[in-house]
């Protein structure tokens, strides 16, 4: 069954992976906007983001 939260848990996994594809390129640029420090962090922080919000999308629609 679909709820509100299943998409907008949907949403957040996309925009995280989104994020965490972004901050690879950057990495694997050689010289990243943000520099290394932060773009690491976002890469770090975002994958295991998608991760949980993929997983609770896909719990909360059953």
């Known amino acids: 069954?679909?709820?509100?939260?299943?998409?907008?848990?949907?949403?957040?996994a996309s925009i995280?992976?989104?994020a965490a594809v972004g901050s690879v390129f950057e990495l694997t640029s050689g010289t990243p906007e943000w520099g290394t420090a932060v773009t690491g962090s976002?890469?770090?922080?975002s994958i295991p983001l998608t991760v949980f919000l993929f997983l609770t999308a896909v719990k909360n629609s059953r």
């Open 16 to 18: 995280s992976a989104i």
């Open 42 to 45: 976002i890469l770090a922080a």
């Open 1 to 12: 069954m679909y709820t509100p939260l299943t998409g907008i848990c949907l949403l957040g």
